[in-house]
């Protein structure tokens, strides 16, 4: 492995690590949660919030299976490594956009990434895309250009 591949490696799996026991992670997982307990989580929290308690419900302590407790990268990680890899396999980025375009119903994604896979399906081609969005300040676009940097 070359100098390069071995900063690369080091800095994505660190970044994974990091993402992984992150709070952020942590909020990922509720979608994983049965419909009942997700629920349970948002009122709990709501609870917190109004008596000024800062105590915060997380997906670890509503008697979850086991595999709750492993740390998972959220979609920082998966998004970085989404460039990377097209950069890495020297794929065109827009025609890998343009690759989840036709899957963008199954994706689980941001509101701004939403967005954009929404104008891309409508004929806008970047960066208009991407800039021209309600919700253009969404920080996955810092995340997804961390790769190239």
Request: charged residues 30%; glycine residues 6%.
């Given at each position: 492995m070359s100098s390069n591949e071995?900063?690369?490696?080091?800095?994505?799996?660190?970044m994974a690590w990091g993402d992984s026991i992150s709070i952020s992670s942590a909020h990922h997982k509720v979608s994983l949660l049965a419909p009942k307990r997700a629920l349970r989580m948002r009122t709990l929290t709501e609870f917190a919030e109004t008596s000024k308690q800062?105590?915060?419900?997380?997906?670890?302590?509503?008697?979850?299976?086991?595999?709750?407790?492993?740390?998972?990268?959220?979609d920082d990680t998966e998004w970085s490594v989404f460039v990377l890899q097209s950069l890495l396999n020297?794929?065109?980025?827009?025609?890998?956009?343009?690759?989840?375009?036709?899957?963008?119903?199954?994706?689980?994604?941001?509101?701004?990434?939403?967005?954009?896979?929404?104008?891309?399906?409508?004929?806008?081609?970047?960066?208009?895309?991407?800039?021209?969005?309600?919700?253009?300040?969404?920080?996955?676009a810092m995340i997804r250009s961390l790769g190239p940097a």
């Open positions: 071995s900063r690369i490696t080091g800095s994505i799996l660190g800062t105590t915060r419900p997380t997906p670890y302590t509503h008697a979850q299976n086991n595999s709750m407790l492993i740390p998972k990268p959220s020297k794929e065109d980025p827009e025609k890998k956009w343009d690759d989840l375009v036709t899957i963008r119903s199954e994706l689980r994604v941001r509101t701004g990434t939403a967005i954009a896979l929404k104008n891309l399906e409508r004929g806008y081609r970047p960066p208009e895309s991407g800039h021209d969005n309600p919700h253009y300040f969404d920080d996955i």
